[in-house]
């Protein structure tokens, strides 16, 4: 890092999947075939309709700047969408659009966050938070959720980690890397405790809402406690529904108040979304659905596949995830054995390391998400490939042996 970076650059640590990348990269140049699970997105390609909307819009020449907040028309899709799903009410002045969740969720921090004020990230958790966290000169609090609680934040481990400098609690649910997901009395509980802290606001990032392997839909916390709607901040887009994860449309819905600031911020960063992709964005939401359900179907097979394949190595073991297409894998019990080369295998980050150098199956190891002791799979893969990698994750943990001394 040069010498003249700025401090909220060189709080922000690099990031596992990039890193990974680079030496799945540097492993095909050999001429070898990897087998990537590591990647966080669908692997299948945006509806054809949605495509459409797209090519319409450039027809007709939508291709200037739009208000800051989105286009009248998403606006109302967003809208829609929530009261159609969980029953909530909107206003224009309570929407943000901006390029992916990703950049909405940055901007309520920066808009939001002074030096020293407090998040409350429960973990395992998605590997931006805390970096976000600290490049908006705030402090993450990390909560350790474990996989005895369903890797889920209770109203116990909440009330012990609010303190005075508390801002935000964030809850992704379904969640990543773990597929989580809160119920209606889940929720409930941890608003009990919110309801006697007002000064503290909760993003809920809710990006894998409908790939979700439920028979209703996934429980939203402003839904559940709508005592609480003036402190949360819903996060979603169309990245991980509808494969639009190069479209980088998402949007937050919340008090008026925030939303404002946050546009504000937007109007001197990027001003608007990409006019297009709004007009994409709008037809995925309103128009039919049947690739949601035909694209959750595949990967509830998946999901189970490679759950069974996983379960039936000794040294691994993983619950079923309830959304969302990833699985975090238990792999403590080969931490501590040698490899053929009778090197130990001392972390999460050794166990994954060996996966990849000697099986050629990349994962992205379990710290890096809070987890130590763990791994995550992708399974928004082919079915061909999962299986081929799970059968190379076999050998390379049949390949371990006894223990370091």
């Not at 966080?40 to 819009?57: L, Q, S």
């Not at 002045?93 to 309520?108: E, H």
């Not at 709508?226 to 819905?253: E, H, Q």
């Not at 079915?383 to 006894?402: P, V």
Request: negative net charge.
């Amino acid at each position: 890092m040069p010498a003249n970076t700025a401090q909220r650059v060189r709080r922000i640590n690099p990031s596992p999947s990039t890193a990974a990348a680079q030496r799945v990269r540097e492993l095909k140049s050999q001429g070898l075939t990897v087998y990537d699970l590591t990647v966080g997105e669908p692997d299948f390609d945006t509806p054809d309709h949605v495509k459409a909307a797209a090519i319409r819009a450039i027809g007709a020449g939508e291709t200037k700047y739009t208000p800051v907040n989105g286009t009248s028309a998403l606006r109302a899709a967003i809208i829609g969408k929530l009261r159609e799903r969980h029953g909530l009410e909107c206003t224009d002045a309570q929407i943000t659009v901006g390029g992916g969740a990703k950049q909405v969720i940055f901007l309520a921090l920066m808009a939001t966050l002074d030096e020293g004020d407090e998040v409350i990230v429960p973990a395992p958790y998605w590997v931006s938070y805390p970096d976000m966290v600290r490049a908006n000169d705030g402090t993450p609090v990390i909560v350790d959720c474990p996989e005895t609680d369903g890797f889920k934040l209770t109203p116990e481990r909440l009330a012990a980690a609010i303190t005075d400098r508390t801002r935000w609690v964030v809850l992704n649910t379904p969640g990543n890397p773990t597929g989580s997901a809160y119920t209606t009395a889940e929720l409930r509980a941890l608003a009990q405790v919110l309801l006697a802290h007002p000064r503290v606001r909760v993003l809920t990032d809710e990006i894998y809402d409908e790939i979700w392997y439920g028979d209703e839909s996934t429980p939203s916390l402003a839904a559940a406690e709508p005592r609480l709607a003036d402190r949360v901040f819903l996060t979603n887009g169309v990245s991980k529904t509808y494969a639009m994860t190069g479209w980088r449309i998402g949007y937050g819905v919340g008090p008026a108040d925030l939303v404002t600031a946050i546009n504000t911020l937007q109007s001197q960063t990027s001003s608007c979304p990409s006019s297009i992709s709004q007009a994409a964005a709008a037809a995925a939401l309103t128009g039919p659905q049947d690739f949601v359900r035909d694209t959750v179907r595949v990967y509830r097979e998946r999901r189970d596949a490679t759950v069974k394949l996983i379960n039936d190595v000794p040294q691994l073991r993983c619950t079923v995830p309830d959304g969302g297409f990833y699985l975090l894998v238990n792999c403590r019990a080969a931490i501590g054995q040698l490899t053929p080369e009778g090197r130990p295998i001392e972390d999460d980050e050794d166990f994954a390391r060996h996966l990849l150098d000697h099986r050629q199956v990349a994962v992205i190891h379990g710290a890096a998400y809070g987890a130590p002791g763990y791994f995550r799979i992708s399974f928004a893969t082919s079915t061909e490939i999962l299986a081929e990698a799970c059968t190379r994750i076999a050998a390379a943990c049949a390949a371990l042996s006894g223990r370091s001394s």
